[in-house]
């Protein structure tokens, strides 16, 4: 990871992008990395219904391990807080941001919709390591409507 920021730029996600390429330690072909990533950000976008962008990795970029790593959610709130004045979110916007990246793999759901949508979008994505996804899991209406499909067609497993 760098410890200095180049100067902001006009659209800052490309650059921010860029940064967690570059610093992710599993580098880009890993399963949890910015194909990943660019998934749940298009995925969540869908489910929220939102014309905004969002970065799609800092959830997952501060990963060390494919596998059980217990702690990266906690390494990614280092990361938001990295790129706070980038992001240009409001205190409260940042704050969900932080809480959704702690907790996003803790098995939580949420009635909060921003949260509720990118922890669908990931949950979503998990076929990519061989998990289906459950709906006991999925926090909003949109990512339970998506599931029989995100389950290969074969509807909850609950």
Do not use: N
Request: aromatic letters at 6%.
């Amino acid at each position: 990871m760098t410890t200095s920021m180049p100067a902001r730029p006009a659209g800052p996600y490309p650059a921010i992008k860029a940064e967690l390429i570059a610093q992710f330690v599993l580098g880009p072909g890993s399963l949890h990395g910015p194909e990943h990533w660019q998934r749940v950000e298009d995925t969540a976008v869908r489910l929220a219904q939102a014309g905004g962008r969002r970065p799609g990795g800092p959830h997952d970029a501060a990963r060390h391990s494919g596998g059980a790593d217990s702690l990266h959610g906690h390494q990614a709130v280092r990361l938001v807080d990295r790129y706070r004045t980038w992001l240009g979110l409001t205190a409260t916007q940042l704050q969900l941001l932080q809480w959704a990246c702690k907790h996003h793999a803790s098995g939580q759901t949420t009635d909060e919709p921003t949260v509720g949508a990118c922890w669908d979008a990931d949950r979503l994505d998990l076929p990519r390591v061989g998990i289906q996804p459950q709906a006991r899991y999925l926090s909003t209406v949109a990512g339970r409507a998506v599931f029989p499909a995100a389950a290969g067609g074969r509807g909850a497993p609950d």
